[in-house]
């Protein structure tokens, strides 16, 4: 089961940042996100994009990998705990995100909760 988890959060991951880097405008237009400045785009890129791409790689890699296994189970952890508490500490700076974001935020408190579950019953690699 926890295998299948990491593969789908490598596939999410990895889905996303291409999205990202190949058209950062569309996914900014879903997110109801503008102006289209040249930093925005470059800054997207990188941070939204490259590191998702590099994030779902490594839980593709930790899915098929006994010594990194429960490690991508933690990362998945890390990783979605910031996404949605930088989420919040937004909400209490700039208000109710859009019904898409909250959605997301639903999805990233899933994500924590699951890979939690998930690492709790794998066993640390000898």
């Not at 189970?73 to 109710?96: D, H, K, P, Q, T």
């Given at each position: 089961?926890?295998?299948?988890?990491?593969?789908?959060?490598?596939?999410?991951?990895?889905?996303f940042?291409?999205?990202?880097?190949?058209?950062?405008?569309?996914?900014?237009?879903?997110?109801?996100i503008?102006?289209?400045?040249?930093?925005?785009?470059s800054?997207?890129?990188?941070?939204?994009?490259?590191?998702?791409?590099?994030?779902?790689l490594f839980?593709?890699?930790?899915?098929?990998?006994?010594?990194?296994?429960?490690?991508?189970?933690?990362?998945?952890?890390?990783?979605?705990?910031?996404?949605?508490?930088?989420?919040?500490?937004?909400?209490?700076?700039?208000?109710?995100?859009?019904?898409?974001?909250i959605a997301?935020?639903?999805?990233?408190?899933?994500?924590?909760?699951?890979?939690?579950?998930?690492?709790?019953?794998?066993?640390?690699?000898?």
């Amino acid at each position: 089961m926890s295998r299948l988890f990491l593969l789908f959060c490598g596939v999410l991951y990895l889905g996303f940042g291409l999205w990202v880097v190949l058209s950062p405008e569309t996914s900014l237009a879903y997110l109801e996100i503008s102006p289209y400045s040249t930093n925005v785009l470059s800054d997207l890129r990188g941070s939204h994009g490259g590191l998702n791409i590099t994030v779902g790689l490594f839980f593709l890699y930790a899915a098929g990998s006994k010594q990194w296994h429960r490690t991508g189970l933690l990362a998945v952890a890390l990783l979605n705990i910031g996404y949605f508490s930088g989420r919040l500490i937004a909400i209490g700076a700039e208000g109710i995100p859009s019904a898409i974001l909250i959605a997301v935020m639903l999805l990233e408190l899933a994500l924590l909760s699951i890979a939690l579950l998930l690492a709790g019953k794998t066993p640390n690699p000898a």
